[in-house]
C-alpha cells in the first residue's frame, strides 16, 4: 500500500475501444448488474426474514439455510477481498517470483504449498486465486493453488482432526496436494498443446525471475498505512471481488434452496463404502454448495457414521472441481467455458480414484 497507489492500481485495464453499436464506455459502465443486485437482494431479504422470524415452512428452512451460510463464510469472503486489494499493489515481478516461473514444475509445487498453507475459505481462496491468474501465474499454478486450497487452511485442519483424528486428516491433505500438483502439471501441458488457452498477462519466458527479499524490502518501505491508502486497498479489494461476489450470493441461494428441499443430515445415512455410495456423494457435492466450513462436518459424518474415508474425501474434493461458482468465475476471468469445464474434466477422475483405494480402508 503505497502512497501512489491510492490512485491507481499496478496494472490499469485497458480502455476498450468504442464503437458505433457498442456504445460508450460510460454508458456500458452504467447498466445494471442484475445477477449481483438480485442474488444480494434475495439474501438480504431471507437473512431479514430469519432475524424477524415472520417466515415459517419452506420459507423459513430457505431463510436459516440464508443466515447459516452468509455467517459462515463472511470472514472468508473479508479477508479474501482484502488480499485482492493487495494484490492490487503488488508488483507482477514479486508475485512471479513467489510462485516461481510459470509452466514448472518448481511453479507447481509453490503455487500448491501457497493454498495449503493460505488460512480462507473456498470463495475467498477463488477470489484471491483469480488475482493471481490476473499477474501473471499460469493457468497450471492457479488450478493448483484452487484445489490445493479451500479445506486445508490452519483453522479447518484442527477441526477435521478433532473430527477425523489426525492420521486421516494428514493423508487427506498429502492426497489433496498430490492430486493438485498432478492437476496443475496436466493444465500447464494442456496450454503448451494449445488444448487450452494461455494465460495474456503470463510474463515472457526470458524475462529473468528477480529474488525476492530485495522485493519485499522495497515493497514494505513504500507501505503506507494512512486512512486513503487502507481505503484504496478496500476499494480495488471490492472492484476485483465483484466477479465472484454475484456467484457467491447466487450460489447462497440456491444451496439454501437445495437446503429447505433436501436435508444434509441424511448424507451418512445414504451413502456408504461402494460405488453406488461413491456415485450418490458425487452427485450430492455437486448439487450442494457449500463453504468449506460446511463441508468439514458432513465429510466427518460420512467418515464416522457411514464409515466411508473414501467418500469423505471425495465430498470435499469434489466439492472444488464440481462448484458451479468456481466454474463460472473462472469462466468469467478466463473468457473460456473450455477452461471452466476442464477443471471438473481433469480432477474428478483423480479425485473418485483415490477415493475408491481410501474406501478398502473403512474402519
Not at 485482492?84 to 514444475?105: E, I, T, Y
Not at 526470458?206 to 529474488?211: D, I, K, L, T
Not at 480495488?236 to 440456491?254: D, N, P, T
Not at 439454501?256 to 456423494?281: D, Q, S
Request: proline share 6%.
Amino acid at each position: 500500500m503505497s502512497d501512489h497507489c491510492c490512485s491507481k492500481p499496478d496494472k490499469p485495464e485497458p480502455k476498450p475501444a468504442h464503437s458505433s453499436c457498442c456504445g460508450s464506455e460510460s454508458q456500458a459502465k452504467k447498466r445494471p448488474d442484475y445477477l449481483l443486485w438480485g442474488s444480494l437482494t434475495g439474501c438480504v431479504l431471507l437473512y431479514g426474514l430469519y432475524l424477524s422470524g415472520l417466515a415459517s415452512g419452506w420459507l423459513m428452512h430457505m431463510a436459516h439455510g440464508v443466515f447459516e451460510l452468509l455467517n459462515t463464510m463472511w470472514w472468508g469472503v473479508v479477508i479474501g477481498i482484502v488480499f485482492v486489494g493487495l494484490l492490487n499493489f503488488v508488483p507482477q515481478s514479486l508475485v512471479v517470483s513467489m510462485l516461481g516461473r510459470g509452466g514448472s514444475f518448481s511453479g507447481i509445487l509453490r503455487a500448491t504449498a501457497a493454498g495449503v498453507f493460505l488460512d480462507l475459505c473456498s470463495h475467498g481462496i477463488l477470489m484471491v486465486g483469480m488475482k493471481l491468474y490476473q499477474k501473471g501465474a499460469s493457468l497450471g499454478q492457479v488450478m493448483a493453488f484452487l484445489i490445493a486450497s479451500p479445506w486445508n487452511s490452519l483453522s479447518l485442519t484442527l477441526v477435521m482432526i478433532a473430527l477425523i483424528g489426525l492420521p486421516w486428516t494428514l493423508a487427506f491433505i498429502l492426497l489433496s496436494m498430490v492430486i493438485a500438483v498432478m492437476a496443475g502439471l496436466i493444465f500447464d501441458a494442456l496450454v503448451r498443446r494449445r488444448k487450452l488457452a494461455e494465460n495474456p498477462d503470463t510474463p515472457e519466458a526470458e524475462q529473468p525471475v528477480e529474488p525476492i527479499v530485495p522485493q519485499l524490502k522495497e515493497l514494505w518501505a513504500r507501505a503506507s498505512f494512512k486512512p486513503k491508502a487502507l481505503a484504496a486497498v478496500g476499494r480495488e479489494g471490492l472492484k476485483g471481488s465483484r466477479m465472484v461476489i454475484r456467484w457467491l450470493l447466487f450460489g447462497v441461494l440456491l444451496a439454501a434452496m437445495i437446503r429447505a428441499l433436501m436435508p444434509t443430515e441424511a448424507f451418512a445415512e445414504w451413502f456408504g463404502p461402494t460405488l453406488i455410495g461413491l456415485l450418490l456423494t458425487t452427485v450430492a457435492a455437486a448439487i450442494i454448495e457449500v463453504c468449506s466450513e460446511g463441508s468439514t462436518p458432513i465429510a466427518a459424518d460420512l467418515m464416522n457414521r457411514a464409515k466411508a474415508p473414501g467418500n469423505s474425501f471425495l465430498f470435499l474434493m469434489a466439492g472444488v472441481a464440481t462448484d458451479y461458482t468456481e466454474i463460472m468465475v473462472i469462466k468469467d476471468t478466463m473468457k473460456s467455458w473450455k477452461t471452466a469445464f476442464a477443471l471438473p474434466a481433469v480432477v474428478l477422475p483423480q479425485v473418485l480414484l483415490v477415493a475408491w483405494i481410501l474406501n478398502f480402508f473403512a474402519p
